[in-house]
């Protein structure tokens, strides 16, 4: 089995009255943060799975209201996907699990936070 860990968030209900963003101002903080998650779930993750350390990337969308993240890791080893069975030594955590935590509850505030302050630039001019 792949992992696949999504998020959506509301950005705003300033944009939900016809307001649009400006997705060449966001951008460079869209593919800055969508790095940082990539860095973050491979540095987490075990060293003795390289292909599947090696397997995340992440997409990150954004619409007139909302904001999607997916985390994801499609590694295959003869053909099927098992990074959402890895788990560490004498212990029964998976590891993706750790990845979706550190996702929630600092990465995607993170973004947020940062897409705040680059709309609110924007706006001044």
């Known amino acids: 089995m792949d992992v696949k ?5 509301q950005l705003s209900p300033v944009f939900e009255s016809g307001g649009r963003l400006d997705l ?3 951008r460079p903080v869209l593919e800055q943060h969508a790095a ?3 860095e973050d779930a491979r540095d987490g993750w075990p060293v003795d799975t390289g292909i ?3 397997a995340w990337q992440a997409e990150i969308d954004v619409s007139p209201t909302e904001l999607f993240v997916s ?3 499609e590694a ?3 053909g099927r996907g098992y990074a959402v069975y ?3 030594a ?3 955590r998976l590891v993706y699990t750790e990845v979706q935590e550190r996702l929630t509850l600092n990465l995607i505030p993170a973004l947020q936070a940062d897409i705040a302050v680059t709309l609110a630039e924007s706006m001044r001019g």
């Open 52 to 54: 599947s350390r090696d």
């Open 76 to 78: 295959r080893q003869r």
């Open 71 to 73: 985390l994801i890791n």
């Open 86 to 88: 890895i788990h560490r």
């Open 90 to 92: 004498r212990s029964r």
């Open 24 to 26: 060449d101002v966001l």
């Open 36 to 38: 940082s998650m990539v």
């Open 5 to 9: 860990l999504a998020s959506t968030r």
